[in-house]
């Protein structure tokens, strides 16, 4: 399927289709998601235009981000994961590109990570986010950045046992994330699907200095409230999801839509 090309208007089955957000309807995602392809269009054509060496790395920033809208509005809308991953590497390539140690962007950075994992990314492009964390631990301004435990965590499930980063000893955002974090560090599967529904339950307004708390209020801003961060966790732990499949924050397909026998890629 080539990039943009998600169908969600243009047959009876189409409109037939579910969507899996719960807050707004299909209208609203598909205005977003024209005004989204324009906007990535616009940047692309200024980047076209310019020598990469001579380009600001905010554009290529700002257009990694433009992608990820891109990812969040086409789930709400129902489209089926696989074909996320395209739009998720092409995301990657201009986010690595657009790098920038003095203003780190932990919770964008958190985002991609976490999708990376869910997405099943290959291990090549996997790396790629690993070395980004590894540049930003290594190079970010201390006031700015700290080397993040739930970050590692996630990379290092996808690493070889001699690949894994261990000298990450504290959270980043203590108050939003000690009780993710806290999942990584249970056993007993009973007492981590209480936590995981304890968390998601907690989530947004634990959110509530985020920019985009609130957002379903505003005209042509809301574009889904999912935690992928806590679906990542709750995958990599293989935790029992099976009581949120209908919560309005937890993605729920993205974490299985590789398992057998499952029918939210069918």
Same mark, same amino acid.
């Given at each position: 399927m080539g990039l943009f090309n998600f169908n969600f208007?243009?047959?009876?089955?189409?409109q037939n289709q579910p969507i899996r957000?719960?807050?707004? @309807?299909?209208?609203?995602?598909e205005k977003l998601l024209s005004k989204e392809k324009e906007i990535i269009k616009q940047r692309n054509e200024i980047i076209s235009k310019s020598n990469q060496n001579d380009t600001n790395s905010y554009i290529y920033y700002a257009i990694a981000n433009n992608y990820m809208n891109l990812i969040k509005i086409t789930y709400s809308l129902g489209v089926k994961i696989k074909d996320l991953r395209e739009t998720y590497i092409v995301s990657l390539q201009s986010f690595l590109l657009g790098f920038e140690s003095d203003e780190p962007m932990y919770f964008d950075i958190l985002n991609r990570v976490a999708l990376g994992f869910l997405l099943n990314i290959s291990n090549? @492009?996997?790396k790629q986010l690993v070395d980004y964390v590894q540049r930003m631990d290594e190079q970010a301004k201390p006031a700015d950045w700290t080397p993040d435990q739930l970050l590692w965590f996630i990379l290092n499930s996808r690493l070889m046992e001699d690949e894994k980063q261990t000298y990450a000893d504290k959270l980043a955002f203590p108050k939003l994330y000690k009780g993710l974090?806290?999942?990584?560090?249970?056993s007993d599967a009973q007492e981590a699907k209480?936590?995981?529904?304890?968390?998601?339950?907690?989530?947004y307004n634990l959110n509530k200095y985020a920019p985009w708390y609130n957002n379903h209020l505003k005209k042509n801003c809301y574009r889904?409230?999912? !935690?992928?961060?806590? !679906?990542?966790?709750?995958k990599i732990m293989n935790i029992d999801d099976s009581d949120l499949k209908d919560n309005p924050y937890y993605p729920y397909d993205m974490v299985h839509w590789e398992d057998t026998g499952t029918t939210t890629e069918e």
């Open positions: 208007g243009g047959s009876k089955k189409g957000d719960k807050i707004k @309807n299909r209208k609203h995602f090549e @492009n996997f974090f806290k999942l990584t560090q249970i209480k936590a995981l529904e304890d968390y998601i339950g907690k989530w889904g409230y999912w !935690a992928w961060e806590v !679906a990542a966790i709750a």
